[in-house]
């Protein structure tokens, strides 16, 4: 069964101090990763797909790398406005139906 | 504008009713899914669609129900046999075109948070 863990649970930054977020997996042939944002009360924001190891994705401040095992969203000099919960997921395949996996997020709180 | 909408915002539901959240999508997209969060967990899949006429359950399907009548439109139907419904409900719709594609990408709209009193 697919498996998806975030680390840190929830991460405090001074604005500017740069600093990379976790999501580990464990998946039956990796097909893919997503990551979201999402702000308290809202739905997820698409952020990146990313498709196989070695790939990186930038928007903004953010940078999403992937391993085989695992994918990094590095935030470079956040701002306040870049507090939120940042979520990955895998999507699985398997028995020929798209499921997804979430893992259960990384909060942030960019301080000025 | 493309995109997913959710109906209502919020939603009162007394014991013993059934309610139905509804989910509409003008992105195209063939799959559509049902997510329940809840505070401090990731979100959990109730039930998802690949396409007209046809859904599968999630994780959690017991106590929902679905249907798939239409491509834009996938309703979801708390049942008064889902014991804890309290939760926030996310409707999303994903375009993944085929194995080995290069575009999977997974959609949300914004919600809907249904209490039960």
């Known amino acids: 069964e697919d498996q998806v863990t975030q680390s840190p649970e929830a991460l405090r930054l001074q604005e500017g101090e740069s600093s990379s977020l976790n999501c580990s997996y464990t998946?039956?042939?990796?097909?893919?990763l997503f990551w979201y944002r999402q702000d308290p009360g809202k739905g997820p924001e698409f952020l990146f797909t990313?498709?196989?190891a070695g790939e990186e994705k930038e928007k903004e401040r953010l940078k999403a790398t992937l391993t085989k095992k695992e994918s990094f969203l590095h935030i470079t000099a956040p701002k306040p406005e870049d507090s939120a919960t940042y979520l990955c997921?895998?999507?699985?395949?398997?028995?020929?139906?798209?499921?997804?996996?979430f893992g259960t997020g990384t909060k942030l709180q960019v301080i000025p | 504008d493309g995109g997913i909408t959710q109906s209502p915002k919020y939603l009162f539901r007394k014991e013993g009713q059934n309610v139905t959240l509804s989910c509409e999508q003008n992105?195209?997209?063939?799959?559509m899914y049902w997510y329940r969060q809840d505070p401090g967990q990731g979100l959990r899949l109730i039930y998802y669609?690949?396409?007209?006429?046809?859904?599968q359950k999630g994780d959690i399907a017991e106590g929902y129900s679905v249907s798939r009548e239409k491509k834009e439109s996938f309703p979801l139907t708390v049942t008064s046999a889902q014991k804890n419904p309290t939760a926030f409900y996310l409707c999303?719709?994903?375009?993944?075109?085929?194995?080995?594609?290069?575009?999977?990408?997974?959609?949300f709209g914004p919600g809907t948070r249904l209490t039960v009193l």
């Open positions: 999303a719709s994903r375009v993944n075109r085929g194995t080995g594609s290069l575009v999977d990408e997974q959609f």
């Open positions: 998946v039956s042939g990796l097909r893919g």
């Open positions: 990313l498709y196989s």
């Open positions: 997921a895998v999507p699985n395949h398997s028995g020929g139906y798209q499921k997804v996996t």
């Open positions: 992105l195209n997209h063939d799959a």
């Open positions: 669609s690949q396409i007209v006429n046809d859904f």
